[in-house]
């Protein structure tokens, strides 16, 4: 923290802090003294355990307790421009990202915290639905080429603040801001995480402020899952790459929209857009080879053509990156089962559901497939139970998972649910869509469906 900081908590806060000296700062011509906060991780009181479950996050958030936790809550938008909520959401999710590259914290995801947005909720409150001990609240006020940007970290058990912020500074620095703000968070968190450990000198992703927000928003779009959403983000990706050819996380974000898109079948002609999502990746990886999300996404095209050794090299590179990314963690589950290390994929699925207590059913759905390649049938079935709306998909497993239980009666009912979603359902097409390195789990999920009556 800067010695600001420090003469504001210096007080308030029951810690040794430690003098680092002067440090250059990026954007700042002068050097700036920095303080350490040394704080041990304050104890769990005996009516957090007694109210169960939820007072430690919707998955029992067990890796919260072994590193210093963290969520950080939407920032704010304060000003009058409804349109700059996507400044704000994205500002928000580029700190939650830089904060997840630590391995040494545990951050819950945005999909988790962001369910918050909009709701008058108290700290204490958010960090016993998520199982954290500290939360970061914040807002954020654009006006022209200025921006005002106010954060705060708070003691989650207690409700204190342990520390705050305000910068006022023009809208170019905005990338300077997101470096002391992570950097403040992380040196003031127990258990001293190195906030020297940020790779302070990294080029600065973009110097043109209006693509950066065309991110911003595209982002914020494509989260939301839907056709419309999605094309409006396409749109505002390319103008990102118009406005800088070189922005490499914006064509890796191009590609996760057009992936989104071949996934849903919004496009029409699957093969072209494949081959578009390819080669915008490659151009983003020719950028910037240290962009998590450009490895996440060139590991998931991977295992959709078989190519199991890119796809785990690519994936490895992304977990590297950023070790507390959800969608990067069950992606590392989802290859291990691919890659016939099914409970692996069992733990490392299970983390990614603690890093985002409220994570999509997809979660479950390959939760529910490492099971099943892993034998544990029951525990398959349980899975799959919790995604709301089944298809036909999911109901084949269930169809399989009790054929190998022998239990006939619900194979049949499974199988005729799988057949009324889905008159042409056929096993052959549906193993065609497999991702199985080895040949003896492709037979062994062929065989199950079959057992379970479905057409070949």
């Given at each position: 923290?800067?010695?600001?900081?420090?003469?504001?908590?210096?007080?308030?806060?029951?810690?040794?802090?430690?003098?680092?000296?002067?440090?250059?700062v990026k954007?700042?011509?002068?050097?700036?003294h920095v303080?350490?906060i040394?704080?041990?991780?304050?104890?769990?009181?005996?009516?957090?355990?007694?109210?169960?479950?939820k007072?430690?996050?919707a998955?029992?958030?067990?890796?919260?307790a072994?590193?210093?936790?963290?969520?950080?809550?939407?920032?704010?938008?304060?000003?009058?421009?409804?349109?700059?909520?996507?400044?704000?959401?994205?500002?928000?999710?580029?700190i939650?990202?830089?904060?997840?590259?630590?391995?040494?914290l545990?951050?819950?995801?945005?999909?988790?915290?962001?369910?918050?947005?909009?709701?008058?909720?108290?700290?204490?409150?958010?960090?016993?639905?998520?199982?954290?001990g500290?939360?970061?609240?914040?807002?954020?006020?654009?006006?022209?080429?200025?921006?005002?940007?106010?954060?705060?970290?708070?003691?989650?058990?207690?409700?204190?603040?342990?520390?705050?912020?305000?910068?006022d500074r023009?809208?170019?620095?905005?990338?300077a801001?997101?470096?002391?703000?992570t950097?403040?968070?992380?040196?003031?968190?127990?258990?001293r995480v190195?906030?020297?450990?940020?790779d302070?000198a990294?080029?600065?992703?973009t110097?043109?402020?209006?693509?950066?927000?065309?991110?911003?928003?595209?982002?914020?779009?494509?989260h939301?899952?839907?056709?419309?959403?999605?094309?409006?983000?396409q749109?505002?990706?390319?103008r990102?790459?118009?406005?800088?050819?070189?922005?490499?996380?914006?064509?890796?974000?191009?590609?996760?929209?057009?992936?989104q898109?071949?996934?849903y079948?919004?496009?029409?002609?699957?093969?072209?857009?494949?081959?578009e999502?390819?080669n915008?990746l490659?151009r983003?990886?020719a950028?910037?080879?240290?962009?998590?999300?450009?490895?996440?996404?060139?590991?998931?095209?991977?295992?959709?053509q078989?190519?199991?050794?890119q796809?785990?090299?690519h994936q490895?590179?992304?977990l590297?990156?950023n070790?507390n990314?959800?969608?990067?963690?069950?992606?590392?589950?989802?290859?291990?089962?691919?890659?016939s290390?099914?409970?692996?994929?069992?733990?490392w699925?299970?983390?990614?559901?603690?890093?985002?207590?409220?994570?999509?059913?997809?979660?479950w759905s390959?939760?529910?497939?490492a099971?099943?390649?892993g034998?544990?049938?029951?525990?398959?079935?349980?899975?799959?139970?919790q995604?709301g709306?089944?298809?036909?998909?999911?109901?084949?497993?269930l169809?399989?998972?009790?054929?190998?239980?022998?239990?006939?009666t619900?194979?049949?009912?499974?199988?005729?649910?799988?057949?009324?979603?889905?008159?042409?359902f056929?096993?052959?097409?549906?193993?065609?869509?497999?991702?199985?390195?080895?040949?003896?789990?492709?037979?062994?999920?062929?065989?199950?469906?079959?057992k379970?009556?479905?057409?070949?």
């Amino acid at each position: 923290m800067t010695s600001s900081v420090y003469d504001q908590v210096r007080k308030k806060v029951d810690c040794a802090f430690e003098d680092m000296g002067e440090h250059q700062v990026k954007n700042i011509a002068e050097p700036i003294h920095v303080y350490t906060i040394l704080c041990a991780v304050p104890a769990r009181h005996e009516d957090d355990e007694a109210a169960g479950p939820k007072a430690q996050g919707a998955n029992g958030a067990k890796a919260a307790a072994d590193k210093p936790s963290i969520a950080v809550l939407p920032f704010v938008n304060m000003s009058a421009d409804p349109e700059q909520e996507f400044f704000a959401d994205g500002l928000t999710e580029d700190i939650l990202t830089q904060l997840s590259r630590f391995k040494d914290l545990f951050v819950i995801s945005r999909n988790s915290t962001f369910t918050y947005k909009g709701r008058a909720v108290k700290a204490q409150e958010v960090a016993r639905d998520l199982g954290v001990g500290y939360v970061v609240e914040g807002s954020v006020r654009k006006a022209g080429e200025r921006v005002r940007v106010t954060v705060q970290l708070i003691d989650g058990a207690h409700g204190r603040h342990v520390w705050a912020e305000r910068y006022d500074r023009n809208l170019e620095d905005i990338f300077a801001i997101q470096d002391e703000i992570t950097a403040a968070i992380t040196a003031t968190l127990p258990g001293r995480v190195e906030a020297d450990s940020h790779d302070r000198a990294r080029n600065t992703p973009t110097d043109n402020m209006a693509a950066y927000e065309c991110v911003l928003a595209g982002k914020v779009l494509h989260h939301r899952s839907k056709q419309k959403d999605n094309a409006r983000a396409q749109e505002l990706l390319e103008r990102a790459i118009e406005l800088d050819p070189g922005y490499a996380h914006a064509r890796a974000w191009r590609a996760c929209v057009l992936g989104q898109s071949w996934t849903y079948g919004w496009d029409g002609d699957p093969e072209a857009t494949m081959h578009e999502i390819t080669n915008e990746l490659e151009r983003a990886l020719a950028l910037d080879e240290n962009d998590p999300d450009i490895h996440r996404i060139l590991a998931a095209v991977n295992i959709t053509q078989d190519n199991h050794d890119q796809a785990l090299m690519h994936q490895k590179k992304a977990l590297h990156l950023n070790p507390n990314y959800d969608l990067i963690v069950v992606q590392h589950g989802e290859l291990m089962t691919w890659l016939s290390r099914p409970d692996e994929g069992v733990e490392w699925i299970k983390k990614a559901m603690q890093l985002n207590p409220y994570h999509p059913p997809r979660f479950w759905s390959h939760l529910g497939r490492a099971y099943f390649i892993g034998h544990h049938y029951e525990d398959a079935i349980e899975a799959i139970k919790q995604i709301g709306k089944p298809d036909q998909m999911h109901h084949s497993f269930l169809a399989a998972c009790c054929a190998y239980l022998d239990d006939d009666t619900q194979a049949a009912a499974h199988t005729k649910k799988v057949l009324d979603i889905d008159p042409g359902f056929s096993v052959d097409a549906q193993m065609a869509t497999q991702h199985y390195l080895k040949d003896a789990d492709h037979a062994h999920h062929r065989d199950g469906l079959l057992k379970a009556g479905l057409p070949d």
